[in-house]
């Protein structure tokens, strides 16, 4: 019981680690253009 | 009188001595005589000294498209607002016209990053959109805007933009995070179930993890259906989002009282549903989102000057300044040179000129005006000078008068119906509740809980994910799909209507034919010479000479001393002759030699080139093409004529146009019209589709259903073809979803349906409507070969 809860609550906590990444690449626009990056790189 | 020295006597340097002959224009791209290297003209020799003062040669070497001719951009940029940044900088949006390659995007932001006081400049390639900011008390924006003009490219100012939607984003996103964590955790569940019992403990603990996962995807991420339902509750109608609503809660509270009381519960099919439900919102935010950025790109003006005259004191001449047009007010005279558009309505006290109206009447021969006539804002003044007393600025222009008239008619109209999807909603849920009681009235004698269970099982399945997904996702990619090809639309109605259409009915000035003048008839010597004369103005006739000398091949000769006298016209030395080029009869021009020999020259408003084939498109997919307009009747059958549509209606006026297709639709058929002028508003807005060209007034943009972005006719032929195709597919998909529902609604009324076969089926139906949205444009390129 204790091994299954321990693992489920690391993976939860990695979880929450991760939306809480996206959430501040959303914030801070990351996803707004997907389309010039990859455009711009090839000049750089 | 103004005169003007165009050619500026100072050649550009660097230059290797190769044999005489045709040379291209370094930067340009236009032919010209001469040795190689040689700039055709001084703001392409410009151009190229900043790129190569900035090191950015190898723009020459990489870029895979000629930019236009560099022409100054004279507006009251200032007058543009910009947002104020804490450490003192400022930023605005511009939309950037002609960035045709990756390398001009490049270039364009390089060169802008090098201007002095810039602090940022990005350039997108997807929008054409530059971002800038900079130090307001180093440079600005005017000095910015110019660096653009001098490579070529155009400066333009954007209106509201539409932002990208971060809130829809971060819903989805939590949902597809819940979505795979209650996968590993129902997966256990299931597989405990199907090996012979898991300890009832670690049931109980994956099912509260379960619900602590569904929860904020219940109350957060599915806000946007329950906020959608209730707004229509309250406006009295019963939109699709209500019976997704009911689906979502009756799941939710059912896996609440399940967790509780540890029997199987859909948390699983729930969270899976959302997020497949946000995902195609989010397509189709997307496809919406890149329409209307499209469409801002259309209506984004340079904010315009007008030169106005100063009376200077003790009865000298007039002085003249440059103001932004929103400083001018009534009484005020102003100067109006050729070529250049009226700002403001008013009356002519000085000068004469002839005056293209055809964005106001339709009528492309240009109008004679003279003192005491009235012009009106919008028209463009072909040739003359002309001072004007301003009688009406801004909103109160006729033309604005007209086109709000319009937009209000229109706003009117619009809004009463749905979409069919959304007429469909009262119909299923009444069905749905229906098919609940029945379920429930049958399994009640058996027992209270078996009822409940079935009758929960019922209103899971009938959530119409399906149904709900399949327009919006088809019009979305349709959208998308004409889009690439040139055709913009405002909705996903107007474009599912398009394909219903059966009588093609089309403007002529600006809409058949290209709405600008060219040359029509002239031999290629002397329009060899007229060419390397016009090659230095920006006037309307220079254009059309220049591009019909570069369109032959005809290499531009290099004219000396050319001097132009506006309203008079262009004269200047060729092969060491000296030569003039003057008005001849309405729609000729002469050039004239030091002998005084004559050549004539004509020009015409013409036939787009590919409005034949558009014409023949449009009849082979089975409708009628119609040629309305406001034009004399020899005009029209003649261009009528050339492009192959023999019914014609001429000298219409606004509202005989407009009566003609109501006289039509009353007779039921759909009309689709696509016009360009302040003249067209009326039929634009009557017609079952408008569509606006591009090019045309931004009055008529603003009233129509969809805009022409490309100078071309063809990209209605393909919205025809994909909005069939999309029409084709969302009837398909509406049969597909309501004969899942029907059957998965009696399979578990007869209580067949348990958690893990609603876990595979819901998702399942979702995704094949979105896979069939993908199809869209593969099927559309299919029928276009």
Redesign the interface.
Known sequence: ?SG??LL?LV??LL?AV??GL??YA??S?Q???L??PP??M??D | MSLRTLTNPAKPAARRATPAGVARCPHCGTAVEGEADAYCCGGCAMAASIIHGAGLERYYAERTSYPPRPEPVPAAWHTIPVESAPDGTVSTRLLVDGLRC??C??VTEQVLARTPGVADA?V???TGRATLRWDPSRTDLATLAARIAALGYRPRALGDDPR?D?DL??RT??AV?AAI?IM?TYEALYAGAWYGGMAP??AA?FKW?SLALATPVTVWSAAPFFRGAWTGLRHRILPMDLPIALGIAVLYLHGLVATVTAVEGYLDSLVMLVALLLIGRMLEARGRRRAAEAATSLVASIPRTARRAVRGGGGGGDDVETVPVEDLACGDQIDVGAGEEFVADGVVTEGTGQVRMALVTGEAAPVAVCPGNRVVAGTVLLDGALTVRVTAVGTATTVHAMAQQLHDAVDRGAGASGSATDRMAPWFTAATLLAALLTFGFWWQTGLAGAIAKTVAVLVVACPCALALSEPLASAAGLGATARRGLLFRSGRAFLALGEVDVVALDKTGTVTAGALTVTAADDETLRVAAGLERYSHHPIARAVVAEASARGIPLPRGADVREEAGVGISGTVDGRRWTIRRGSPGEIILRDDQGREESMRLADTARTDAAGTTAALKALGLRVVLLTGDHPGVAHRIGGNVGIEQVIARADPAAKAAWIEGLRSRGRRVLFAGDGVNDGPALASADVGVAMGAGAASSVLVADGVISTPSLAPLVAGVRASRIAARLVRVNQRFSLLYNALAVGAAAAGLVTPLVAAVLMPLSSVVIIWGASRVESTLRKEER
């Open positions: 019981m299954v809860l489920l993976a939860l979880g991760f939306a996206f959430c959303v914030k626009g996803f707004d253009d389309d010039d455009e711009r090839l000049h | 990756a390398s995007v490049w990005m997108s390639y997807a990208p971060h984003l971060l996103g939590l995070f964590a590993g403990r670690f603990l993890v």
